[in-house]
T-cell receptor, first 110, second 112 residues
């Protein structure tokens, strides 16, 4: 499994854009990049998934450079309710096996 | 849809006792996953099933742990005998094959 490296924690303020970068130097050709969000006392929740370039949905954007050795989750105009742990996962979706890692604890301040 | 259902939500037991955690996946989902989360080790995949068949159990810590999926709507994770180091939050998740995994609320297990 390709392992991922993320910052342990980040602070931000309401209304700001937050970018969380994940390193995955050993990503394989068939691997996809997936981000999950976890609030305290809840299970992780899917945010976004991509293979290359840029993916955008109603919640976030995911930027993946050409070499795919890293990816950046972008959260536009965060609010207090975005305070959570964000996990970057890399894995072959055909084998359904992902390494969650330790995640990035995002703290949004008023 | 009610989402993934897990029971019990909290379990406190004594060392040596048998513990059974239960999971009902989302209807129509054919893949089911059991995870364990602790502060020290984070979120670990224990085992996953596809169409009720265990596909990968390499994450199961030891023989004290066993998981079954007798049908498409029910799975159990059993620990026998339980030990204090098994204390953790256990999550069940389900998906449609290789699509997004939907997690349940988790079972917080405390072994005294």
């Amino acid at each position: 499994l390709a392992k991922t490296t993320q910052p342990i924690s980040m602070d931000s303020y309401e209304g700001q854009e937050v970018n969380i970068t994940c390193s995955h130097n050993n990503i394989a050709t068939n691997d996809y990049i997936t981000w999950y969000q976890q609030f305290p006392s809840q299970g992780p929740r899917f945010i976004i998934q991509g293979y290359k370039t840029k993916v955008t949905n109603e919640v976030a954007s995911l930027f993946i450079p050409a070499d795919r050795k890293s990816s950046t989750l972008s959260l536009p105009r965060v609010s207090l309710s975005d305070t959570a742990v964000y996990y970057c996962l890399v894995g072959d979706i055909n084998f359904n096996k992902f390494y969650f890692g330790s995640g990035t604890k995002l703290n949004v301040k008023p | 849809d009610a989402g993934v259902i897990q029971s019990p939500r909290h379990e406190v037991t004594e060392m040596g006792q048998e513990v059974t955690l239960r999971c009902k996946p989302i209807s129509g989902h054919n893949s089911l996953f059991w995870y364990r989360q602790t502060m020290m080790r984070g979120l670990e995949l224990l085992i996953y099933f596809n169409n009720n068949v265990p596909i990968d159990d390499s994450g199961m810590p030891e023989d004290r742990f066993s998981a079954k999926m007798p049908n498409a709507s029910f799975s159990t994770l059993k620990i026998q005998p339980s030990e204090p180091r098994d204390s953790a939050v256990y999550f069940c998740a389900s998906s449609v094959h290789t699509d997004t995994q939907y997690f349940g609320p988790g079972t917080r297990l405390t072994v005294l």
